[in-house]
C-alpha cells in the first residue's frame, strides 16, 4: 500500500519538506572526550600498587562504557532540525518559506502581504536579516552581524524599522535601500511637540512598545534619518494626539497578538483564519491554534498543527494564495531548546505551490547603505569572507582531561619513586592542552582580520595593507602625498598619491612626521623632506631652555619659519624648509613669546599635537562637494553608540560611503588631492590594542564614481639617502598652514576661534585673534569679559552658556566705518542656544540676533520696536535671524528672516559676513552653508545712527548650551 503524499491533510509525524530524518555524520566530540580519558586511565594502571589497580580497571571499563555509549548515541541521534520541522497534524497543503536549518528567531510580514522580514540567529550571537520579496518568490539578504538585538515593525507596506546591532534602521522595499536612524533623544522636560526637525516630515509614524517603553516616532523620509523616544513625554495614545493635532500620522502598537476571537480575512474575503481547540496525545487539555476556514460555508479547510509548539499567524499573502505562519514552541525553557522557529504557508484549497524562496543571485545592498551599493558586511577589502574564532578551542577543553587519572594517581603513589613521571605527564598534558586552546584561538595568519572592514559602503581600494605593518600616516595639506611610518624602527614611505607612486625614504630608523606645508615635512629624527623632488637635509638641534630672544637669530634669514607645538617635544620647536638654514631651535617660551620673538619674520604656528579630526565639524573636500563628518553608530555586542566617521554628500547631506571596522578608530587623514576620495587609517580600540594588533591599514574612502587606482606602485629606483644635505633646487612657497581645530573636550558653553578685522584701505588686519594658544582662563589684553566665564579651550574662545548669559567684547573701539565683518560661529545644547553677533559702544550700535524657534510651536513674534506695526514672525518650524538697531536699551528689528534649513542641523558651524557701506550706510548680512556666499544678502537695510565700527563682541544666553566661532572679518564695500 503506497504511503500517504507528505504534508497532505491526514499525514502525521512526516517531516513538512517530506524528507527523511538524517544522522550526524560521525563519532561526536564527548565520544572522542571520554575515548581520551580512558586510554589516559589505561596508561598510567600499570603504575598502581596492586591494591589500587583492580579500581583503576574499573574506571577504565566505566570510561570505556560511556564513551562507545556517548559516540552511538550522537551518532544514531536524529538532526534535532527535523524534529522542529516536522509538523504532526495537516490539512490541506503547506509549503516551508523558513526551515529550522536556518535557524529563524522572528519574522513580520509588510500589511499588504508582499514582503516578509526575518531575522537569524546562528549559536545565539552571528544573526542574519533576510527580506523576502514573496511576490517574485525571491530571497534577498541584508545583512550579517555579530550580537544585536531583533526588534522588527512595519510602518506601511514599503517601510520598516529594524534593530540591527543595537542601533535603528529604516529598510524601505522593493529597491532594499537602507539607511541609519539617529535618536535625537527628546529630554524629559521638552513640550510634548519637541520633535525637532521630524516637524518638517510629511507624515509621521508613532510606534508604541518596541523600541522604547512609550512612544517613538519615526519619518520615512530619506532626508530625515532621524527618531525620538517620547517614552517619557507621552504616557497616553490621547497624549499623542493632542500633540500632533493637524498633522497626518499613524500609531502602530508593536508586538500585536492574536485574537482568538477574531476573523482575519483573506485580501479576496474567501477565507478567514481564526481559532479552535486541538488535543494533543498524552493530555486531556485542548489548546486553541488557528485554521483556515471558508468564510461562505463556514467549514474549515486547511490547519497546520505542531504538538507543543505554538502557531504564530504573521498574516496572508498579496493574492490570497495562503496565509504564513510561525511555529514557536510552549513552555517557560522552551525557547532555550528549541531556538529555531520555522515559517510555513498554510496554503487555500486549490493553491499553486511555489516553493521555498530562491536567493537573489545579486549583491545586495549595505548594512547601512542609504543607495543600493557594492558594500559589504563581515567581508574583507577584497571581498573574501572574515575570518572569525569562536574563542579558546575545543581541544584546550579536551586535552586538560587527560590529565585527570594522572593527577589521581599522584595522590595515590605521593610517596613512590615513579611519582615524578607522573608529574611529568600531568604537565605535559594540561601544557599541551593550553597550548592547543591558545592555538586555536589566535588565527595563523592575523593580518586578514585586521585588514577586514565589517560595514562598507560604497567602494574602497588598499594604500598599505597590514601585512606591511604600518603603525602611522600623515598626509600633505594638499593631498598629494603621504608619509607612512612602516613597523617602529622603519622603514618610512613617501606616497605620490599624484602618480600613484611608493618611495622608500628611510630604510631604517622609523620617525613620524609632521607636514609644514604642502611640499615638505618635518621628520622627528632632525630630517626635513622635500616634495616632488624627494630631497632630504639632516638640521641641526639647538636647545635653549632658558632662552634670549637673540637665540633664534640663526633662523631669521629663512624666508619662513614654522611653529611646531606640542610636538616632537613639550616645548615650541622652531624650523625652515629652507636647506640653507638647516636648524632645529627648541624654546622654552610660550605661544605669545614666540609670536613676539618672530616679528617681522613670515611664520605660522602648527598645533602639532592633540587629534586632527574635530568631531563637531564638516571635513570639506577640495571641490566642496562631499564632506566627512562623525555619525552615530552601534557596534554589534556593545548599547553604545560611537561616533564613526562617515561620507556625506554636500548638497543633499545624504549619506553616501563609509567604511567601518568594529572595534577599531577609522582615523581621518584627509581628502585627496582629486577630490577623489578621503584617507583613513585604522587602529584598534582599547588600552592594550597596540599590542594585540600593530599593524593600522590604510585605505582609501572613494566618492560616488570616482575610478579605483589601486595600490600605490613602489619605484624601483634608487632613493636620495636620508643624511643627504645637498640644498636642491625646489622654490619654496610660505604656505601658511594650521591642521583641522581639534575635538572639542564636550563642555557646554559658547566657542570662538578666529577674528579678523581687515581695514578698508590697505587690507591689513584692524583687529585679528585666532584664539590658538594654550587653554588658559586669561583671554589676554584684547578683550573684557563683560559677563560669564569666558577661557580658551582647544584653540577657542568659549564660555559655558548659562539663563544669565555671556558677554565678552573687544579692549580697543574702531573707528572704522567702512568695513566687513566676517565669522564663523555655531550653537549647541539641549535646547539650542541663541546669540549675537555685535559692533557696538555700550548699550548702541548693531548686532545680527538668531533665535532657534524650531523649539516652539508656533514660534512667538518679535517687535519691531515701532507703534503701530505688526509683528514680524517667520512662521512655524523655522528659526528666525535678526538684524536688529539698538538705543538706549531699546532695540529696533531693521530686518528678519527665517532661515528653516538651519533647523536641519541646528547644531552645524555657519559662516556670516556682514557687509557695512560707508557712503549709503547699507548693512547686509550673508550666510555661507558650504557653496560659498550667494548673490542676495540673507538681511539688509540701510541705516546711518551709527557710522563706526566701535568694539565688537558677542552674547550668548538661554543656555545651557555651546557656542563655537571659527573666524571673523572686516572690510569695506559691496556685496560679495
Not at 854 to 859: E, G, R, T
Not at 864 to 887: F, H, I, N, W, Y
Amino acid at each position: 500500500m503506497d504511503e500517504p503524499t507528505p504534508c497532505r491533510g491526514g499525514d502525521i509525524g512526516r517531516l513538512a519538506e517530506g524528507g527523511r530524518a538524517t544522522s550526524n555524520g560521525g563519532i561526536g566530540t564527548p565520544a572522542l572526550a571520554l575515548s581520551a580519558l580512558a586510554v589516559s586511565t589505561l596508561a598510567v594502571i600499570w603504575q598502581c600498587k596492586k591494591p589500587y589497580r583492580k579500581w583503576a580497571w574499573v574506571a577504565l571499563g566505566l570510561s570505556m562504557v560511556t564513551s562507545l555509549g556517548c559516540g552511538i548515541g550522537y551518532y544514531v541521534s536524529e538532526n534535532p532540525y527535523p524534529a522542529e520541522n516536522r509538523i504532526d497534524d495537516v490539512l490541506g497543503e503547506i509549503e516551508p518559506i523558513v526551515l529550522a536549518e536556518r535557524e529563524p528567531l522572528t519574522a513580520e510580514i509588510s500589511p499588504d502581504g508582499q514582503w516578509l522580514i526575518a531575522v537569524m540567529e546562528h549559536e545565539q550571537r552571528f544573526r542574519e536579516w533576510i527580506a523576502i520579496d514573496l511576490v517574485h518568490n525571491v530571497e534577498h539578504v541584508l545583512a550579517t552581524r555579530d550580537g544585536g538585538s531583533s526588534g522588527l515593525v512595519w510602518l506601511d507596506n514599503q517601510h520598516a524599522v529594524m534593530t540591527m546591532g543595537g542601533g535603528l534602521s529604516m529598510l524601505r522595499v522593493p529597491d532594499l535601500n537602507r539607511w541609519h536612524l539617529t535618536d535625537l533623544r527628546s529630554p524629559s522636560s521638552a513640550p510634548v511637540t519637541d520633535l525637532g526637525i521630524l516637524w518638517k516630515a510629511d507624515y509621521l509614524y508613532v510606534v508604541e512598545g518596541e523600541f522604547s517603553s512609550g512612544y517613538a516616532v519615526f519619518s520615512v523620509d530619506e532626508d530625515l534619518p532621524y527618531y525620538v523616544s517620547m517614552s517619557t513625554v507621552w504616557r497616553t495614545q490621547e497624549d499623542v494626539e493632542t500633540a500632533l493635532a493637524g498633522i497626518p500620522h499613524t500609531i502602530i502598537q508593536a508586538g500585536r497578538s492574536f485574537d482568538p476571537d477574531a476573523r482575519y480575512y483573506s485580501p479576496d474575503g474567501r477565507y478567514y483564519v481564526t481559532d479552535r481547540p486541538f488535543g494533543e496525545p498524552g493530555t486531556l487539555m485542548t489548546y486553541n491554534q488557528e485554521a483556515m476556514f471558508d468564510a461562505a460555508t463556514e467549514k474549515e479547510v486547511a490547519h497546520a498543527y505542531k504538538y507543543y509548539w505554538s502557531t504564530y499567524f504573521l498574516g496572508w499573502a498579496y493574492d490570497s494564495s495562503g496565509a504564513y505562519f510561525m511555529f514557536q514552541p510552549r513552555g517557560v525553557d522552551a525557547d532555550v531548546l528549541h531556538p529555531r522557529h520555522p515559517i510555513y504557508k498554510l496554503l487555500v484549497p486549490g493553491a499553486t505551490p511555489r516553493g521555498t524562496p530562491v536567493p537573489a543571485s545579486t549583491p545586495t545592498p549595505s548594512g547601512e547603505s542609504r543607495a543600493p551599493g557594492s558594500g559589504y558586511i563581515g567581508r574583507s577589502a577584497d571581498g573574501r569572507k572574515a575570518e572569525t574564532r569562536g574563542g579558546v578551542g575545543m581541544l584546550a577543553a579536551v586535552l586538560p582531561l587527560l590529565a585527570t587519572p594522572a593527577l589521581a594517581v599522584v595522590w595515590y603513589r605521593r610517596k613512590e619513586s615513579r611519582r615524578g613521571w607522573v608529574w611529568v605527564a600531568l604537565t605535559l598534558a594540561v601544557g599541551t592542552g593550553l597550548g592547543c586552546g591558545i592555538g586555536y584561538n589566535v588565527p595563523a595568519n592575523p593580518y586578514p582580520g585586521e585588514n577586514r572592514l565589517d560595514d562598507v559602503l560604497g567602494e574602497v581600494e588598499p594604500i598599505v595593507l597590514a601585512e606591511r605593518e604600518p603603525m602611522a600616516a600623515s598626509l600633505s595639506p594638499d593631498g598629494k602625498w603621504m608619509l607612512v611610518l612602516i613597523r617602529e624602527t622603519g622603514p618610512v614611505l613617501a606616497i605620490d598619491l599624484e602618480h600613484n607612486q611608493e618611495y622608500e625614504i628611510l630604510s631604517d630608523g622609523g620617525t613620524t612626521a609632521r607636514w609644514l606645508d604642502d611640499n615638505h615635512a618635518f621628520l622627528r629624527r632632525g630630517i626635513i623632506l622635500r616634495v616632488p623632488d624627494i630631497e632630504m637635509w639632516q638640521v641641526e638641534r639647538l636647545s635653549f631652555p632658558d632662552p634670549a630672544p637673540t637665540d633664534i637669530d640663526v633662523l631669521r634669514d629663512a624666508k619662513f619659519v614654522y611653529v611646531l607645538v606640542g610636538w616632537p617635544s613639550s616645548v615650541p620647536v622652531l624650523v625652515t624648509a629652507d636647506p640653507s638654514v638647516p636648524y632645529e631651535v627648541a624654546v622654552n617660551w610660550s605661544v605669545e613669546e614666540v609670536e613676539a620673538h618672530l616679528a617681522g619674520i613670515p611664520h605660522t604656528i602648527i598645533q602639532a599635537g592633540g587629534l586632527l579630526f574635530d568631531y563637531n565639524s564638516r571635513h570639506y573636500s577640495p571641490d566642496g562637494q562631499y564632506y566627512v563628518a562623525p555619525r552615530p553608530v552601534n557596534v554589534p555586542g556593545d548599547s553604545l553608540d560611537y561616533p564613526l566617521i562617515a561620507m556625506f554628500d554636500a548638497a543633499t547631506e545624504k549619506e553616501v560611503a563609509h567604511a567601518f571596522k568594529w572595534g577599531w578608530h577609522g582615523d581621518f587623514r584627509g581628502w585627496a588631492y582629486d577630490n577623489s576620495g578621503a584617507y583613513f587609517i585604522y587602529k584598534p580600540w582599547g588600552v592594550d590594542a597596540d599590542v594585540l594588533h600593530p599593524r593600522h591599514p590604510i585605505y582609501k574612502l572613494l566618492v560616488p564614481g570616482a575610478t579605483p587606482r589601486g595600490t600605490p606602485v613602489p619605484v624601483s629606483t634608487p632613493t636620495p639617502s636620508s643624511e643627504g644635505r645637498v640644498p636642491g633646487t625646489g622654490q619654496l612657497q610660505p604656505v601658511a598652514y594650521r591642521p583641522a581645530p581639534v575635538a572639542q573636550s564636550g563642555e557646554q558653553g559658547w566657542y570662538v576661534d578666529d577674528v579678523s578685522v581687515f581695514d578698508a584701505a590697505s587690507s591689513p588686519y584692524i583687529f585679528y585673534d585666532d584664539f590658538d594658544r594654550p587653554d588658559s582662563s586669561d583671554l589676554g589684553p584684547a578683550w573684557v569679559e563683560e559677563a560669564g566665564n569666558w577661557n580658551i579651550t582647544s584653540g577657542q574662545l568659549h564660555c559655558p552658556v548659562t539663563q544669565s548669559g555671556c558677554r565678552v567684547a573687544t579692549t580697543e573701539s574702531f573707528g572704522d566705518t567702512a568695513f566687513v565683518i566676517e565669522t564663523r560661529l555655531r550653537a549647541t545644547g539641549n535646547f539650542i542656544t541663541p546669540w549675537k553677533l555685535k559692533w557696538f559702544e555700550g548699550d548702541t550700535g548693531y548686532y545680527v540676533w538668531y533665535w532657534p524657534y524650531y523649539l516652539f510651536q508656533p514660534p512667538p513674534p518679535i517687535p519691531t520696536g515701532k507703534e503701530d506695526a505688526q509683528p514680524l514672525s517667520p512662521g512655524p518650524r523655522a528659526a528666525t535671524l535678526s538684524l536688529v538697531r539698538m538705543s538706549g536699551g531699546q532695540f529696533e528689528v531693521l530686518d528678519q528672516t527665517g532661515v528653516p534649513s538651519w533647523v536641519q542641523d541646528p547644531t552645524a558651524w555657519r559662516t556670516l559676513k556682514v557687509v557695512r557701506e560707508a557712503s549709503t550706510g547699507l548693512i547686509e548680512v550673508y550666510a555661507d552653508e558650504g557653496s560659498g556666499y550667494p548673490d542676495t544678502p540673507l538681511l539688509q537695510a540701510t541705516d546711518s545712527t551709527f557710522p563706526q565700527l566701535r568694539r565688537l563682541g558677542w552674547w550668548a544666553g538661554g543656555g545651557p548650551g555651546h557656542f563655537y566661532v571659527d573666524w571673523v572679518t572686516v572690510t569695506p564695500g559691496g556685496a560679495p
